[in-house]
């Protein structure tokens, strides 16, 4: 099986029924997480009980992509403790905020925790990063195995790197927090679905993420498909994404 999982989709804090940015992604019996915000982790548990992934991908170490790993480091410690460690990909501050949430599991008790810009592969995947402009340290990933590669930007503002990013990926799913005409603040640090659709040329498909709450999905699709020629698709919990 290949696909991908939609977990979470909103940014900053979940609307109701709904949770934070997160991915499943699977790829002939390999289970990668990419972010895991709040409330994701249930979301995940309908299809790994236990919690039982073979790698966690976090961007950044923002709450509404990381904490719900704390979670899933509960589970682990508690139904799985005999497993071996999970690898844990990510920048470094992400540690800091799982130790501070719960430093008893210790996450590096848990997890096999590893430097997200230094690694080169996971799994099956090769793994390329690329550092995007936040505020904090984000880095967009790219993870490609024989017949699929797949883009994501975690949390970015404009970038000439992000089409670097997107090239021939067959899914590319990109932050699109904001509607309606770009800002003129400068620096930028989340995108509108405009520019996500901008940054996605390149991409086969895109999937427009990390939604402000209370935004109205489908005028997303709609801006951000008068510049993207492939197929713009809103993410939603539990849709999942043919491979």
Known sequence: MRSLTVLGSCGAWPEPGRACVGFLLEYDGFKVVLDLGYAALPQL???????????????????????????????R?????????????CPPGVV???RALEPRPDP?????????????????FRLET???????TNLGVRLSAPGVTIAYTGDSGPSPDLQALAQDADLYISDATLQGASPAT???????????????????????????????RALSVSEAQRFFTGEVIAAEEGLVLSL
């Open 45 to 75: 548990l309908k299809h790994c009980p236990e919690g039982a992934v073979d790698a966690v991908v976090v961007t950044h170490q923002h709450p509404d992509h990381c904490v719900d790993v704390s979670a899933l480091a509960r589970v």
């Open 77 to 89: 410690y508690f139904l799985a403790r005999e497993a071996p460690p999970i690898p844990l990909l």
């Open 96 to 98: 800091d905020v799982l």
């Open 108 to 124: 590096a008790t848990v997890f096999e925790v590893r430097d997200l810009a230094a690694a080169e592969e996971i799994g099956p």
């Open 130 to 136: 690329a550092l995007l402009p936040h505020y904090v």
């Open 186 to 216: 400068t620096p930028r640090y989340v995108m509108t679905a405009t520019e996500a659709a901008v940054g996605a040329a390149g991409a086969k498909r895109l999937l427009l993420t990390h939604f402000w709450p209370g935004s109205d």
